[in-house]
Each structure stands twice: as C-alpha cells, then as structure tokens.
C-alpha cells in the first residue's frame, strides 16, 4: 500500500519523468521502448499510481540520457 | 528477476546504503527500524539481494538524513 508519502514520492518523480520525456521529444511508446518497460506500466509509472524499483527507474534514467540521481533530484526539489 | 545491470545497481545502492549507516553509527537494527522496514528485509538489502522501491529506499534516506538522490549518487558514482 502507498502512504501519503508514497504517494507524493511517485507523483514528483512522475512529473519530472514526464518533464525529460517531453524535453527529449519521446512519445510515452517511444520511452517504454526504449526502456524496455510496457507502455501500460509506463502510463501508470506517469500517473503516479505505481511503486517504481530503483531498477525500472534507471532504466528509464538510461533511456532519457540522464543519470538517475539527476531523475531523483529533479523529484526531490519539485517536492520542495 | 534482476538482470545483471539491476544487480550491479543493487549493489552499489547497497554499498552505499550500508557506508552511511555506519558513518551514522546505526546498527542494521537500529536503521530498519527507523525507516519502518523488517531488519530482514534491511539485510536482504544490503546484500544487494532485493529489489528496493524508490519509496523504500526514500525512507531509508530520510532515517539516515540524507536526500535520496545523495544516495543514489553516492551509488552511481561507485559504479564509475
């Protein structure tokens, strides 16, 4: 089950997935291609409404051409 | 199941994870129950053995005073 932080975590690390994808020009199938991920998952992932491994997380990191501390980062400050 | 990348990402958390709980002077013990997870699965951790979520591994941060994406740096930057 997601707490409230939980959920806050998922909702600011999917806005700033959303953030790169769109700045990289990737369609949500392009993405989930790209990361090997499918795009139902993906589309959850961007909704906030799935619990993300560190693992899936890099590798959608990879496939934006950032780091995953860059991802994170980009979560945490948008969470103010 | 991990794929060689997920496992080295794994174990550079992991490292990582284990390098700030000493430095902090918490016992295994001490760390798990900070962060509100089972001492077992804390070890199963820090042997790189499970997949960590983002929210979990956001408590952890969090119970070692750290932001999540210092400790997934440190992480990245022992991958090299």
């Known amino acids: ?3 409230a932080s939980d959920k806050q975590l998922a ?12 700045d990289s020009g990737l369609t949500l199938e392009g993405l989930a291609s790209r990361a090997g991920l499918h795009r139902t998952s993906l589309g959850l992932i961007e909704r906030g409404e799935r619990h993300l ?6 590798r959608l990191a990879d496939a934006l051409g950032c ?3 860059e991802l994170v980062k980009d979560a945490e400050d948008a969470a103010g």
Chains 1, 2 share one sequence.
């Open 67 to 69: 780091s995953l501390w």
């Open 53 to 58: 491994t560190l693992a899936s997380a890099k």
């Open 1 to 3: 089950m997601m707490t």
């Open 11 to 22: 909702t600011n690390v999917a806005q700033a997935l959303r953030q790169r994808r769109v």
